[in-house]
């Protein structure tokens, strides 16, 4: 089966600190995508980071970067100088290509608090 | 920026009721998807659409269940018989289908069902 693990419900982190959320994921397949998305209170899903699962070079974009270990099967989330309003759920996706076009798994979410 | 749109953004209903609930995809995309999300659970995968049929659907997206893209701009997702557990968000994305793309969420609709 095809999972997606993120084994802390709930993280917080003091403004202007650095907090990683934990990721794992199971799957067979070689060619893949793995996606952090943002879920603030609007409720709406916001991408944050993408990684291509044959690139070696871990995905950065700004405050937020990844740590992609292919073999463990790990994607962690590191967001660096928190500001308040990254307080918001965190999902770990990844997306694989099948016979009938593409698929999408979502892991349960980490919900972050920013600390002022 | 382009986006994904979605109506209404809260819709009541009572139970055994059908509703319709509405989404307009990016006008370039290919692949179109429904997921919802119960209140403090994950968001899980319903139904994924191309080519004006579904590809893909889950255990979750049974007979009561219907989709549709009626005029080649919307993308409707219809519960024939709401039940009190299908109170959700639902999400539309859609996707261009190339082999970079990034799904593109819409705001959502919350479904209440009484």
């Known amino acids: 089966a095809q999972t997606v693990t993120q084994s802390q419900p709930e993280m917080s982190v003091q403004e202007a600190e650095t907090v990683t959320l934990s990721c794992t994921y199971d799957t067979s397949e070689s060619d893949y995508y793995l996606f952090w998305y943002k879920q603030p209170p609007s409720r709406q899903m916001i991408l944050v980071i993408r990684q291509e699962a044959y690139k070696q070079q871990n995905a950065t974009e700004n405050r937020f970067s990844v740590n992609f270990q292919k073999a463990a099967k790990s994607f962690s989330l590191k967001i660096s100088d928190s500001q308040l309003g990254d307080a918001a759920m965190y999902f770990c996706?990844?997306?694989?290509?099948?016979?009938?076009?593409?698929?999408?798994?979502f892991g349960p979410g980490t919900r972050l608090s920013v600390l002022p | 920026e382009p986006e994904v749109t979605q109506t209404p953004s809260h819709q009541v209903t009572q139970m055994g009721q059908e509703v319709i609930l509405r989404c307009v995809p990016i006008s370039n995309h290919l692949y179109f998807y429904w997921y919802r999300q119960i209140l403090g659970q994950k968001v899980e995968f319903l139904v994924s659409f191309y080519n004006n049929e579904i590809s893909e659907k889950s255990e979750i997206f049974d007979d009561q269940f219907s989709v549709e893209r009626p005029d080649g701009s919307n993308f409707t997702l219809k519960i024939r018989s709401t039940k009190l557990e299908d109170s959700a968000m639902y999400f539309c994305?859609?996707?261009?289908?190339?082999?970079?793309?990034?799904?593109?969420f819409g705001p959502g609709t919350r479904l209440t069902v009484l």
């Open positions: 994305a859609s996707i261009t289908g190339g082999p970079t793309d990034t799904q593109y």
């Open positions: 996706a990844y997306r694989i290509f099948d016979n009938y076009g593409q698929n999408f798994v």
